[in-house]
Structure formats: structure tokens, C-alpha cells
């Protein structure tokens, strides 16, 4: 069946660090493919998404690029902030996205001043 | 994006009786909502589809006697854990579908002791 595999947490990192959280996704059509991101006492909230090959989703400084020939979509931010700690969440859709979205684990990410 | 709320964050039951979870579109009318279950470090697994004014679709494994939806209005979606369990003790989280995504609700918390 479709999943999502991401790397295990927690990830601790000092302010101003490089950020890399590997994703990889099993599917057996073509899915879209997200990532979320869930504040400590808040919903999840949708961070980037890219629906295509090659397509490369950014946001608040966060990038990730939809990697048909390796099934990844790894998240990337060139200088993390204290206000990025939280737990991010890699997803896939065979549907557009709206619908039966298919969840990795989370990672916590904790930036440290 | 749509806001979408949860109540109660948390709950405390005793075994044997039941609960339920509100969870509410509050600018958004929207005909479909969804119920996640989130284990401790484990991915968010989709429970069930609800659709304002009809029944809701359930996932494979997921009892549907025991987890009862109700979307009786397009901002209102509850589920109602029937005779709970210690085992049904967990973080269950509601979305909606708004334009092509889907925006989350802050989950609740519910132990069952």
C-alpha cells in the first residue's frame, strides 16, 4: 500500500543551522506530496506541496523538491530560527490532496538559541 | 486558510462509558471533514470521512458501531467514542476539506482510564 517514511526524531539543532528531514514515499499512481508543519498546542498547518515531478515547494525559507527517481521529497532550510521548532510531518495524496492524505510519523525539530 | 476547532482538548473518561469530540469549521462551510488518530510517535492514520448530511465513510479496521460520526451541519462534525477503553486512548485530530486542502483542528486528547 501507499506510505510515507521519514526520519526518526527528535532533531536538535542550534539557530542558524543547515536543516535536512528526509522524506521517501511508496505509491502506486502519482501522488502529490506535502509537508506539514504542527505548533506545540496547534492544528497542522500545510508548510509547502509540490504535485509533480520536479516541482519544488517552498515556504517561510523551507524547500522541498518532488524527486521521482528516488520516491523523496526531503525538507531543507538554509538557516533554522528558534520559531521553527516544532514537528513536521511528510504526507502523500493520490487524489489532488484533499482527500486520503497518507501520513510519516513526525519529526520534532528543536532549534536552540 | 479555514480555522477549524476542537472541543474539548482534553478528556478523562472512565472505561465503559463515552465521549464525545466536537470539532467545527468556523469560517468555512464544509461538506467534508475528516477524523484522524494519532498514536505516540506514529503517523496520523485517517479513521473516517464525514459528509455533512449523509454517512460517514469509514477506513478499513475502523469500527464504525464504536466510533460514531455525525456531520449534521456544515460547520458541526462530532464523534462519539462508544464504551471506551483504555486501548482507545489517544490524540484525535478533525480537519476539513477547503479548497483542494485540508486545514486541521488542534486535536483532543482523550485517556481513558
Known amino acids: 500500500g501507499d506510505s510515507v517514511t521519514q526520519m526518526e526524531g527528535p532533531v536538535t539543532l542550534s539557530e542558524e543551522a543547515f536543516l535536512t528531514i528526509n522524506c521517501t514515499y511508496t505509491a502506486t499512481g502519482y501522488p502529490s506530496l506535502f509537508w506539514y508543519v504542527q505548533y506545540p498546542g496547534e492544528g497542522l498547518q500545510l508548510l509547502l506541496k509540490a504535485t509533480k515531478a520536479d516541482d519544488k515547494g517552498s515556504n517561510k525559507g523551507f524547500e522541498a523538491t518532488y524527486r521521482k527517481e528516488t520516491t523523496s521529497f526531503h525538507l531543507e532550510k538554509g538557516s533554522v530560527q528558534v520559531s521553527d521548532s516544532a514537528v513536521y510531518f511528510c504526507?502523500?495524496?493520490?487524489?489532488?490532496?484533499?482527500?486520503?492524505?497518507?501520513f510519516g510519523k513526525g519529526t520534532k525539530l528543536t532549534v536552540n538559541p | 486558510g479555514a480555522v477549524v476547532s476542537q472541543h474539548p482538548s482534553r478528556v478523562i473518561c472512565k472505561s465503559g462509558t463515552s465521549v464525545k469530540i466536537e470539532c467545527r469549521s468556523l469560517?468555512?462551510?464544509?461538506?467534508?471533514m475528516f477524523w484522524y488518530r494519532q498514536f505516540p510517535k506514529k503517523s496520523l492514520m485517517l479513521m473516517a470521512t464525514?459528509?455533512?448530511?449523509?454517512?460517514?465513510?469509514?477506513e478499513q479496521g475502523v469500527e464504525k458501531d464504536k466510533f460514531l460520526i455525525n456531520h449534521a451541519s456544515l460547520t458541526l462534525s462530532t464523534l462519539t467514542v462508544t464504551s471506551a477503553h483504555p486501548e482507545d486512548s489517544s490524540f484525535y485530530i478533525c480537519?476539513?476539506?477547503?479548497?483542494?486542502?485540508?486545514?486541521f483542528g488542534p486535536g483532543t486528547r482523550l485517556t481513558v482510564t
Open positions: 469560517d468555512f462551510q464544509a461538506t467534508t
Open positions: 464525514s459528509n455533512e448530511g449523509s454517512k460517514a465513510t469509514y
Open positions: 504526507a502523500l495524496s493520490l487524489q489532488g490532496g484533499s482527500e486520503k492524505l497518507v
Open positions: 480537519s476539513i476539506q477547503a479548497a483542494y486542502e485540508q486545514y
